[in-house]
C-alpha cells in the first residue's frame, strides 16, 4: 500500500496570502488528523477528520480550516498567513475512529512565510 | 489535561551501546496507550513501539524496548546496539482509550521530544 502523500512538500507564501495544503490518507484509511510542528511549540493538534465530519479541533484560530471529501482525502485552508505560521504541517491517518489504529505520518509539507 | 514531558533535550551514544530516553505523562485515566515516535532528519515520522496501559509486560520491538512504570507514570525508551540510522527526533506520544476523539489536544499527545545523536 502506499503511504500517506502530502502535496506540496515546499511552499514559499507571503504575509496575508492563503494557502491549501492537501493530504491523500493510506487506502481504506478514514480518519486524517493534521499537526503542526515548529521548533518552539513542538507538535500541536490541529484538527481530525472521519468520514468527512470534523472531530477535533485543536486550539487555533479560525484562520486555519480543513475539510475532508468521500475519496477520504483531506485539505487544510490557512488564511491570511502571518510569520508564525512558517512550520512543518504534518498529516496523519488511521483506519478507524477513535482510540484505535496507529497513525501513520505523510512527509510533511514545509511552509514557509516571509 | 493530559501532558507528555520529556526532560532530555539532546542525547548522544556512541555506536553500538545503549541509551535510554526518558518520558513521564500525566493522567487521571486509567486506560490509554503510550508510544514512541521517531523522526529522522527530513524524513517521516515512524512508529517505534507502543505500549497498552493494561499490559503490565513491557513492549519490545527488536533493539527498542520500554520501561513503562504505571504507577510513576514513567515510559523510558530503551535503544540497544545503537546504529547510525538511529539519530533521529524522538517523540513520547500519550492516546486516551476511553475519549474516541480526544478533545482539543487531539488522539495523540506529544512530548517536546529528544534529539538522539549517534557516533561512529
Known amino acids: ?114 | 489535561a493530559q501532558t507528555v514531558t520529556q526532560s532530555q533535550p539532546e542525547m548522544s551514544v556512541q555506536e553500538a551501546e545503549t541509551v535510554t530516553l526518558s518520558c513521564t505523562y500525566d493522567t487521571s485515566e486509567s486506560d490509554y496507550y503510550l508510544f514512541w515516535y521517531k523522526q529522522p532528519p527530513s524524513r517521516q515520522m515512524i512508529l517505534v513501539i507502543r505500549q497498552e496501559a493494561y499490559k503490565q509486560q513491557n513492549a519490545t520491538e527488536n533493539r527498542f524496548s520500554v520501561n513503562f512504570q504505571k504507577a510513576a507514570k514513567s515510559f523510558s525508551l530503551k535503544i540497544s546496539d545503537s546504529q547510525l540510522g538511529d539519530a533521529a527526533m524522538y517523540f513520547c506520544a500519550y492516546r486516551s482509550a476511553s475519549r474516541p476523539f480526544g478533545g482539543s489536544q487531539g488522539n495523540l499527545i506529544f512530548g517536546k521530544g529528544t534529539k538522539l545523536s549517534v557516533k561512529p
Not at chain 1, 511552499?11 to 518552539?40: A, E, N
Open chain 1, 1 to 114: 500500500k502506499a503511504g500517506v502523500t502530502q502535496t506540496p512538500r515546499y511552499l514559499i507564501k507571503t504575509r496575508g496570502q492563503q494557502v491549501t495544503l492537501s493530504c491523500s490518507p493510506i487506502s481504506g484509511h478514514r480518519s486524517v488528523s493534521w499537526y503542526q510542528q515548529t521548533p518552539g511549540q513542538g507538535l500541536q493538534f490541529l484538527f481530525e477528520y472521519f468520514s468527512e465530519t470534523q472531530r477535533n479541533k485543536g486550539n487555533f484560530p479560525g484562520r486555519f480550516s480543513g475539510r475532508q471529501f468521500s475519496n477520504s482525502r483531506s485539505e487544510m485552508n490557512v488564511s491570511t498567513l502571518e510569520l508564525g505560521d512558517s512550520a512543518l504541517y504534518l498529516c496523519a491517518s488511521s483506519s478507524t475512529r477513535g482510540t484505535q489504529g496507529e497513525q501513520f505520518f505523510g512527509p510533511g509539507t514545509r511552509l514557509t512565510v516571509l
